[in-house]
């Protein structure tokens, strides 16, 4: 691998003549050997020739030599002349040292025959021996002798001689054509090595230069072709190979990696023209579309040291905030010096920029600024985004809220005068009408003429209806202006279910007509939601089925049709065998002030609300209403509502409250045995303690007062044992308050089972566990009504009296401190709390009290708003605790409620500044912030407390009128 890639670093010249060498010096090799081998062989053949043939040769002479030898003795025996066959011997003896030169000259061509060689040279010694032997003989005439020694010894000498020297001559030709076919094999052999040489190294280089080919040329080049394929489609993901390599391949990728980047570059440059072009025409589109919409917008950069830098202004800004943008986006001061608050005003917005730096919440904040002579209220809306560093980054806008600001004063102070007026209005004709019906019911009480009774009775109903149509109509102006407040209560749907047949069962058997009410017993009977709102619907289509029905039955049933766990959707029907609807007539019968037809009100009368108004109720609880109906057999009327199971604390709490509602039941007469029966008033508020003490003693009890708890614990200590039969102690006084006085009181055995009953407006279930822990025997919340007051004071201290039904302490359920909406849906005056009164007390000493009250309340009114001024909580918090009872025992319950979230106000201020100074007892209440109450609370305050005071007079005047008109009979 390390080698391919260092060839692969070579360039293609290097590459080329790299193969060319191989190829070269396969070629040399193969000659070289080719050479080798071939010299060799031809030097084995010179070899084989100088050597092998040489020796033939040189036998085949010593062969010739040997048989001229044989001739020469032959011819011996036939010559006549001695001396030749003298001269014969000098020839043997030159034949015989010539053969013996030739057998030499073999021996040493041929040095692994000397053995055979010297043998032929000894045979060829011995034959020459025999011929001279016989030339001898012959040449002294004994040709016999010589003739026996040819045959006898010589011839065969002679033959041995020659098969010798031919075996000789053989074994060399044999030797030489061995050595000639192995040397042709040889010679065969290097030719087929050759030639495999050759071709092994063609092939070898052909695969190499394959290789090199395809490997480091064909397939980078290609790569990189399919590479440029790609960056003309802007593909400039894909990883650019070959950038590594040091050869031409690698220089056309690194060329093509620049051309990569500087198309890149090109693109990001064309990408950065587009985008600088857009957010050119973005930037001036923002600039067009900030000119036209109804306020400044901004861009905020705040960093986490308080630090700010604005990013972006439009121009105005100028108009709002009186900075020019370009002089905002160099603002270096503190960030109010934007908005050109003075010192006193720039808390707000320091405060909101400060929480949304913290909470990253939008903003949402009106100030009010000067500019000029003209004041105006700029509201300032923006979102928060968190960016590196902790810094914050706000996008929003200012708009001049002026108008608006002022349209809703003014449409809040027309709701104010509508429900001013619908108070004053709904006060000013119950007045008169109370004062009619209670003429009218006086008068039916007296035997008239018939005509007269008739008449009164007409009169009576007419009063009556009269009655409907103004609850209709308030009703219908606390939906419309959204004030209606529904309760989440546990309720007895059996109990509702009677209330509703008692209350119309006398009416259904007046027009001769059978009124069935009941329900399944899937149905809880226990239940939780708003049972005043669910039977005022029933009451809305009972009314209606019986004013329709003229023969049959009206039947209404409560049914649970769908559940959800606890949830439930209560379904309520009122069925009659009335005239009917028609399709047309349905269509619009759930309408505000629209009835079935013109005729309607005429024949039956009615404002068309109660309908309309049930529908609101119905889908204020989650549900529906509707109609089914066919002309002239009936309608069948229906509701529905989200209703939930009650669980066990609350069952019980019902058993309480239907205690409770036995007392208010009772008669507001006190029970005769607690006449003569001695109590300790213990309050700090004189009027509250003139108004206690006129109903104790309304109801024949005997009362001693005290103002404070030191004052009671002096007086009960010095009084005998059994002095007092009970102590009403309110919980909030001065010096000592009620719940330390009571643990005192408990401290000492002669007082350990006296009652002590709290009567207070503290009514919140936390505020009752405390009147226990100190040993409060039992709790009375203010306004103290006589049926509750009654009950309570029977069960201490006439338990043998009290009703069954009284059983159970008559508490009501705490009130919530109301919102802005709760508080302007409450009338300013109830005539009926005050009725209470004037059935108990006498003229003189209600009015007496009344004119205490109201010199009270005035006197109050200062101190609180001094309270706030001064941010004197305490005060705030005691005047306003105090003042609530009062209001609510003489009818103000706007003015009650107002207390409340006065002293609401003040707890927060309270556990804002000195936490452990708040009394655990006030739930605070966000929306009315920890800085005290708002202006528009005071302001609130003032009004009811004026309109009620009105009311309130107005209302002694109609019941001295109403005791005018009575005469004799009142």
């Not at 894909?238 to 090109?266: H, N, P, W, Y």
């Not at 900030?290 to 830098?309: E, K, N, S, Y």
């Not at 009408?433 to 003429?449: F, S």
């Given at each position: ?311 972006f202004a439009s121009e105005k800004a100028e108009d709002l905030q009186g900075l020019p943008a370009h002089e905002l986006l160099r603002l270096q001061g503190p960030l109010h010096a934007a908005y ?432 226990r822990s100190a040993g409060m025997d039992d709790h009375l919340s203010k306004p103290v009504l006589e049926g509750p007051l009654w009950a309570v004071l029977t069960r201490w201290l006439a338990p ?105 106000a003040a707890l927060q201020a309270l556990a804002a500044t000195r936490p452990q100074d708040a009394d655990s007892s006030g739930d605070a209440d966000a929306g009315v912030g920890a800085g005290g ?38």
């Amino acid at each position: 691998m390390d080698r391919a890639r260092q060839l692969s670093h070579l360039p293609l010249t290097a590459k080329v003549v790299f193969l060319v060498a191989l190829m070269g010096v396969i070629s040399i090799a193969t000659a070289i050997y080719t050479t080798v081998t071939m010299r060799g062989i031809t030097d084995d053949y010179k070899a084989l020739i100088d050597r092998e043939a040489q020796s033939a040769l040189h036998v085949s002479d010593a062969a010739l030599l040997l048989g001229e030898s044989s001739r020469l003795v032959y011819a011996v025996l036939t010559e006549q002349n001695e001396n030749t066959m003298r001269g014969a011997l000098v020839s043997l003896e030159r034949l015989q040292a010539q053969f013996q030169a030739q057998i030499e000259t073999t021996e040493r061509l041929v040095p692994g025959d000397a053995g055979a060689l010297r043998s032929i040279r000894d045979q060829a010694a011995q034959s020459f021996a025999l011929a001279v032997r016989i030339v001898d003989a012959a040449s002294r005439w004994r040709g016999d002798r010589a003739l026996q020694i040819i045959h006898g010894e010589f011839e065969p000498t002679l033959r041995a001689l020659q098969q010798a020297m031919n075996r000789q001559r053989d074994e060399s030709t044999s030797r030489f054509q061995s050595a000639s076919t192995r040397l042709g094999q040889l010679t065969s052999s290097t030719i087929l090595n050759t030639a495999l040489a050759v071709a092994g190294g063609l092939a070898v280089v052909i695969a190499l230069s394959t290789w090199v080919a395809i490997s480091q040329i064909s397939r980078p080049i290609m790569l990189l072709t399919r590479h440029m394929e790609r960056l003309t489609d802007r593909h400039y993901g894909d990883a650019i190979t070959g950038t590594g390599r040091r050869d031409e391949v690698g220089t056309m990728a690194k060329a093509l990696q620049v051309f990569r980047d500087s198309m890149q570059r090109e693109d990001r440059l064309a990408v950065e023209v587009a985008a600088s072009a857009e957010a050119r025409r973005l930037s001036e589109q923002l600039v067009d579309l900030t000119g036209a919409i109804p306020g400044a917008v901004f861009q905020l950069r705040m960093d986490a040291d308080g630090g700010h830098r604005f990013l972006f202004a439009s121009e105005k800004a100028e108009d709002l905030q009186g900075l020019p943008a370009h002089e905002l986006l160099r603002l270096q001061g503190p960030l109010h010096a934007a908005y050109g608050l003075p010192e006193a005003g720039q808390e707000p917005v320091r405060e909101a920029f400060a929480h949304s730096l913290r909470t990253l919440e939008p903003l949402d904040f009106d100030v009010e600024v000067q500019r000029g002579e003209r004041t105006r209220w700029i509201k300032t809306l923006a979102t928060a985004r968190a960016l590196p560093g902790g810094a914050v980054l706000f996008n929003g806008v200012w708009l001049d809220v002026t108008e608006q600001r002022n349209q809703a004063r003014a449409l809040a102070q027309v709701a104010e005068e509508k429900a001013t007026f619908l108070a004053v209005m709904s006060h000013e004709i119950r007045t008169p009408l109370n004062a009619i019906l209670g003429l009218a019911q006086l008068a039916l009480k007296e035997p008239l003429p018939p005509a007269q009774q008739d008449r009164v009775e007409k009169m009576f109903q007419a009063g009556r209806r009269l009655l409907g149509i103004v609850d209709d109509t308030l009703d219908f102006s606390k939906i419309d202006g959204g004030h209606l407040v529904l309760e989440h209560v546990p309720f007895d749907v059996e109990k509702l279910l009677d209330d509703l047949s008692d209350l119309f069962v006398h009416k259904a058997r007046e027009k001769g007509l059978t009124l069935r009410i009941g329900m399944p017993d899937t149905v809880p009977r226990h239940l939780v939601g708003d049972p005043h709102r669910i039977a005022q619907i029933l009451m809305n289509f009972v009314n209606n089925a019986l004013k329709f029905t003229q023969a049959g039955e009206v039947a209404v049933a409560l049914d649970a049709v769908a559940e959800n766990g606890d949830g439930l959707l209560l379904r309520g029907t009122v069925r009659d065998t009335g005239i009917g609807l028609t399709a047309a007539q349905r269509d619009h019968l759930f309408q505000a002030f629209h009835q079935a037809d013109a005729t309607i009100t005429r024949r039956f009368g009615g404002t068309g609300l109660g309908l309309a108004i049930s529908r609101q109720l119905a889908r204020r609880m989650g549900g529906e209403t509707g109609v089914e109906s066919t002309p002239g057999l009936g309608s069948t009327f229906w509701f529905t509502a989200r209703v939930r199971r009650a669980d066990t604390a609350a069952q019980e709490g019902l058993a309480a409250r239907a205690g409770a509602d036995g007392a208010r039941a009772a008669p507001r007469r006190a029970p005769a045995a607690l006449a003569g029966r001695r109590v300790l008033l213990v309050d700090d508020n004189e009027l509250n303690r003139l108004v206690g003490t006129g109903l104790l003693e309304a109801g024949g009890l005997r009362v001693d007062t005290a103002n404070d708890g030191v004052q009671a614990i002096d007086q009960l200590v010095r009084a005998p044992d059994g002095t007092y039969d009970a102590v009403l102690m309110d919980m909030q006084m001065p010096v000592m308050d009620g719940l330390t006085a009571t643990r005192r009181l408990r401290a000492q055995a002669r007082f350990a089972t006296l009652p002590v009953i709290a009567m207070t407006a503290n009514a919140a279930p936390q505020d009752i566990e405390r009147t226990r822990s100190a040993g409060m025997d039992d709790h009375l919340s203010k306004p103290v009504l006589e049926g509750p007051l009654w009950a309570v004071l029977t069960r201490w201290l006439a338990p043998e009296a009290a009703a069954p039904a009284a059983a159970t302490a008559a508490l009501r359920a705490p009130e919530p401190v109301p919102d802005a909406g709760a508080v302007a849906a409450l009338p300013v005056f109830d005539a009926a709390a005050v009725q209470e009164l004037q059935d108990l007390l006498p003229a003189d000493r209600l009015a007496a009290l009344r004119e205490r009250f109201i010199q009270d309340s005035e006197a109050r009114m200062r101190r609180i708003a001094r309270a706030c001024t001064e941010a004197d909580w305490p005060a705030l918090r005691e005047e306003a605790h105090e003042w609530g009872g009062t209001a609510g025992i003489f009818g103000l319950q706007r003015l009650g409620a107002l207390t409340r979230v006065l002293e609401d106000a003040a707890l927060q201020a309270l556990a804002a500044t000195r936490p452990q100074d708040a009394d655990s007892s006030g739930d605070a209440d966000a929306g009315v912030g920890a800085g005290g109450p708002p202006a528009a609370v005071l302001d609130a305050t003032r009004t009811a407390l004026a309109e009620g005071v009105a009311q309130l007079r107005a209302q002694a005047l109609a019941a001295i009128g109403a005791a005018a008109a009575a005469g004799p009979h009142a």
